[in-house]
């Protein structure tokens, strides 16, 4: 099914953190169709101001219930104005936009940091019941708010933080060495800073194990005509971020 325009009502939204609410919307048309790695172009306010949508990924979608969740922070204008929306409230969604991750693996390793842990956690619940493991990267305890969500769907969830008020002092991937030394996985799928993603792709490149990652950046139009979120291929070719991917294999696009 093709991206759809989709009036959703509030259902929920909840605070996780001091800086980072959980929207579920009743939009059964988008969810309907959703799939893990695509995004929704949000409307945030019942106005033309701020003119931009803005995208968020898709933490989850129940197709039987109708509804979509997404996980933000609020960093800016238009997420303090998304803040304010209540249970009953519309927002005109356009979705769901973007390429999605590949699911054909046996044993798959997850690796997020930061908010890029929200498309990671709906991922996990489709690779149910497979083995998933995850390593969860931010910066500090009060910024952990994803071990709880992602327990019920993962054997078991590696915690760093930078500094050190839970789990392991430091970045995900000072634990992922050690992972892919000890596991049998075969395929990483990583979202988070670009640094941490080209640290990944280096190290699983290292262990000859498939890796998709999901790129994050500011996008405009989010279909992928105003050329504005484009990156540099591996090939030299430029690539839309909204439309070709957000997920691509990381020798696409990572050094």
Same mark, same amino acid.
């Given at each position: 099914?093709?991206? !759809?325009?989709?009036?959703?009502?509030?259902?929920?939204?909840?605070?996780?953190?001091?800086?980072?609410?959980?929207?579920?919307?009743?939009?059964?048309?988008?969810? !309907?169709?959703?799939?893990?790695?695509?995004?929704?172009?949000?409307?945030?306010?019942? +106005?033309?101001?701020?003119?931009?949508?803005?995208?968020?990924?898709?933490?989850?979608?129940?197709?039987?219930?109708?509804?979509?969740?997404?996980?933000? %922070? $609020?960093?800016?204008?238009?997420?303090?104005?998304?803040?304010?929306?209540?249970?009953?409230? !519309?927002?005109?969604?356009?979705? &769901?936009?973007?390429?999605? #991750?590949?699911?054909?693996?046996?044993?798959?390793?997850?690796?997020?940091?930061?908010?890029?842990?929200? &498309?990671?956690?709906?991922?996990?619940?489709?690779?149910?019941?497979?083995?998933? !493991?995850? $390593? +969860?990267?931010? %910066?500090?305890?009060? *910024?952990?708010?994803?071990?709880?969500? #992602?327990?019920?769907? @993962? *054997?078991?969830?590696? $915690?760093?933080?930078?500094?050190?008020?839970?789990?392991? %002092?430091?970045?995900?991937?000072?634990?992922?060495?050690?992972?892919?030394?000890?596991?049998?996985?075969?395929? $990483?799928?990583? @979202?988070?800073?670009?640094?941490?993603?080209?640290?990944?792709?280096?190290?699983?490149?290292? /262990?000859?194990?498939?890796?998709?990652?999901?790129? *994050?950046?500011?996008?405009? @139009?989010?279909?992928?005509?105003?050329?504005?979120?484009?990156?540099?291929?591996?090939?030299?070719?430029?690539?839309?971020? @909204?439309?070709?991917?957000?997920? /691509?294999?990381?020798? *696409?696009?990572?050094?």
């Amino acid at each position: 099914m093709s991206k !759809q325009m989709e009036q959703a009502g509030v259902v929920s939204h909840l605070w996780l953190a001091s800086t980072i609410k959980m929207l579920t919307l009743r939009a059964p048309v988008i969810a !309907q169709c959703a799939e893990p790695g695509q995004f929704i172009h949000m409307r945030v306010a019942d +106005s033309y101001h701020p003119l931009l949508r803005r995208p968020f990924s898709i933490a989850d979608a129940d197709p039987q219930a109708g509804t979509i969740s997404i996980i933000y %922070r $609020i960093v800016g204008a238009g997420t303090e104005l998304l803040a304010k929306v209540k249970d009953g409230d !519309q927002v005109n969604c356009l979705g &769901p936009l973007g390429k999605a #991750f590949e699911l054909n693996c046996h044993k798959p390793l997850l690796v997020g940091g930061g908010m890029g842990l929200a &498309p990671l956690l709906f991922l996990a619940r489709r690779l149910c019941p497979r083995p998933v !493991q995850v $390593i +969860s990267g931010g %910066r500090t305890a009060a *910024e952990m708010v994803w071990p709880a969500l #992602f327990q019920p769907l @993962c *054997e078991n969830v590696a $915690i760093t933080t930078d500094d050190g008020s839970v789990g392991r %002092r430091g970045v995900t991937t000072d634990l992922l060495p050690k992972l892919l030394t000890d596991g049998q996985f075969d395929r $990483i799928y990583a @979202c988070g800073p670009r640094p941490m993603l080209i640290g990944v792709a280096e190290i699983t490149k290292k /262990f000859k194990i498939s890796c998709q990652v999901s790129l *994050e950046e500011h996008m405009a @139009c989010g279909i992928g005509a105003c050329l504005a979120c484009t990156c540099s291929g591996t090939d030299g070719l430029r690539r839309k971020i @909204c439309s070709d991917g957000p997920v /691509f294999w990381a020798e *696409e696009v990572l050094p």
